[in-house]
C-alpha cells in the first residue's frame, strides 16, 4: 500500500508559478515510477508528467512542456512538479500517482492512467487572468 498525499495548491495569477509536493508513505515508493495527472473542471482526468523510478526519465504532456517541471527525492520519499508561467487553462484538480512499474521502458507510454494503481486524494490549482 502506498498513501500518497498531494500539498502546495492553490490561486496565482497567470504568469505565476506554484510548486506541487507528493509525500509518499512507503518506502516502495522508491522502485516505482510517478506521475501527476490533472482534471480540469467538467472534463476527464489527463496526463501532466511522468518521472521514472531512479529520477533520470521524464516525459510531459505536449500542453505544459517547457513549462512544468517534474522531479523526486527519493530519501524523502517525495515527488514534486514545478509549475511555471501558469495560464488559466491549467486550473485543475491535482493528482499524484504511483505506478506498479519503475519506468524508464522507452516502449511504455507511462501517460495512461491504467499503469497508476495508488492514487492522492488531489489538490485544487485555480489560475486567475
Known amino acids: 500500500q502506498v498513501d500518497l498525499e498531494e500539498s502546495g495548491g492553490g490561486l496565482v495569477q497567470a504568469g505565476g508559478s506554484l510548486r506541487l509536493s507528493c509525500a509518499a508513505s512507503?518506502?516502495?515508493?522508491?522502485?516505482?515510477?510517478m506521475g501527476w495527472f490533472r482534471q480540469p473542471p467538467g472534463k476527464e482526468r489527463e496526463f501532466v508528467a511522468y518521472?521514472?523510478?531512479?529520477?533520470?526519465?521524464?516525459d510531459y504532456a505536449e500542453a505544459v512542456k517547457g513549462r512544468f517541471t517534474i522531479s523526486r527525492d527519493n530519501a524523502k520519499n517525495t515527488v514534486s512538479l514545478q509549475l511555471n508561467s501558469l495560464k488559466p487553462e491549467d486550473t485543475a484538480v491535482y493528482y499524484c500517482?504511483?505506478?506498479?512499474?519503475?519506468?524508464?521502458?522507452?516502449?511504455?507510454?507511462?501517460?495512461?492512467?491504467?499503469?497508476?494503481?495508488?492514487w492522492g486524494q488531489g489538490t485544487q490549482v485555480t489560475v486567475t487572468v
Open positions: 512507503e518506502r516502495t515508493f522508491r522502485g516505482q515510477a
Open positions: 518521472i521514472d523510478w531512479s529520477g533520470t526519465s521524464t
Open positions: 500517482a504511483a505506478s506498479y512499474l519503475q519506468g524508464g521502458e522507452s516502449a511504455i507510454y507511462y501517460g495512461s492512467l491504467d499503469l497508476y494503481d495508488f
